[in-house]
């Protein structure tokens, strides 16, 4: 059985698509939630935002994707007592353990950065020292941990679910895939294209639109469990199949161009908008956009990356633990610039560039080899102790049952 390289290399690859995203939002001026703000009050004058407006919409949507097909195979191999009982180590562990063992260090900065962005720093300084600040910065410290948090949910509700239908909805999808084979390709690809589009918009809408101000809804919106939870299931339902994946891959440059096309659109219509706004997310046109830049990636990936090299396999192994480390150097970095150097902002840019795309590697490769650290922060067991995580799931092994 060989290994489904492009899914490794999509993982990782986006990984480096969430560093670089984090980078430029850190500095934004669009009004996104948890950045430091930019150098100007117009929000239409930082070209660099470009990057949220072509990332954001569908980058967060593969991962969950590419983790329902990696389930798929993992539960074709493993018991489903024992496939959860490793997601929870490798998920929810570091999703809170961690938070007191590392990613306070990012909640105290996170809470710094949230004065610098209503205008009171220091804001952290008001709690009194001691367990409660600990606490609270500890709780402040998620940060990109909400993905694995909500993965570890996600798990959880899929157990319940194939555990109801027993893989009569699997077989099912399979039916209907025999069904059209004899249509011509191009109507296939449009059914695809359209039913996907439909479940992904459906998906959107279980944002609220307007969300009343320091509430629950906001953190709903933030974590945006029915917009993620659609592409996990159609990963796994879906996706996980040969003959979807090949056919795809021989539509990877017709995909691509639409998918640039509707980035450009979307970017140019809505320049200067909040692009994690619950309305903006929620728009078909968004939507189409996301769905077309997943299909796109799955089969550029599928067709031209199916191949591991050194450098990927090694990225293969690490970038889940890039991942969980990287935005403590984001927030840390990224506030003592702005705030105290006279750098010009293209040197702010360039240095956290460079720092969270290397430090991230090194702050890992060390957190591993510390006994206990590597347990609660990466989600790595005593048993292997040198199987580095991925953001997904280890076992992405092709598999020859019920591949319909």
Request: a positive charge; glycine letters at 6%; hydrophobic letters at 50%.
């Amino acid at each position: 059985m060989n290994r489904k390289h492009f899914l490794d290399n999509i993982r990782w690859v986006t990984v480096l698509l969430v560093l670089l995203y984090h980078v430029v939002y850190f500095y934004n001026n669009k009004g996104v939630f948890g950045g430091i703000g930019g150098w100007v009050d117009d929000p239409k004058a930082q070209p660099q935002d470009v990057v949220m407006y072509l990332l954001y919409p569908w980058f967060m949507m593969l991962l969950f994707l590419v983790a329902g097909i990696s389930s798929r195979y993992a539960l074709g191999k493993s018991a489903t007592g024992q496939w959860f009982k490793k997601r929870t180590r490798q998920l929810l562990v570091p999703a809170t353990i961690g938070l007191f063992v590392f990613q306070w260090m990012t909640g105290y900065f996170n809470t710094q950065i949230a004065g610098v962005a209503q205008g009171i720093p220091n804001q952290i300084a008001s709690i009194p020292a001691g367990p409660i600040r600990y606490m609270a910065c500890a709780f402040s410290g998620i940060g990109p941990l909400w993905f694995i948090q909500e993965l570890w949910v996600f798990c959880l509700l899929l157990i319940i679910i194939i555990a109801i239908e027993r893989d009569r909805l699997y077989n099912a999808v399979g039916r209907l895939l025999q069904s059209t084979r004899g249509w011509s390709k191009p109507c296939r690809l449009a059914l695809l294209l359209m039913v996907g589009f439909l479940l992904i918009w459906a998906g959107a809408q279980g944002s609220i639109p307007h969300p009343a101000e320091h509430s629950a809804q906001g953190l709903w919106n933030l974590y945006r469990p029915a917009a993620y939870f659609v592409p996990f299931l159609m990963g796994y339902y879906l996706f996980s199949r040969d003959n979807v994946q090949r056919f795809l891959s021989r539509y990877a440059y017709w995909l691509l161009v639409p998918a640039v096309a509707a980035g450009v659109a979307l970017t140019l219509a809505t320049w200067g908008e909040d692009n994690t706004a619950p309305l903006y997310l929620m728009h078909w046109s968004t939507n189409l956009f996301a769905w077309l830049a997943i299909l796109a990636m799955l089969a550029c990936f599928k067709a031209l990356a199916d191949r591991t090299t050194p450098f990927a396999s090694y990225m293969t192994r690490s970038s889940y633990g890039i991942y969980i480390v990287h935005y403590l150097i984001i927030a840390a970095l990224g506030y003592m610039l702005k705030l105290y150097t006279p750098l010009p902002p293209v040197a702010d840019y360039l240095i956290l560039l460079v720092a969270v795309f290397t430090l991230s590697s090194i702050l890992y490769e060390l957190l591993r080899r510390i006994p206990f650290v590597r347990w609660a922060v990466l989600g790595i067991g005593k048993s292997n102790q040198n199987n580095q995580n991925n953001l997904s799931t280890q076992n992405t092994q092709s598999t020859p049952t019920n591949q319909q």
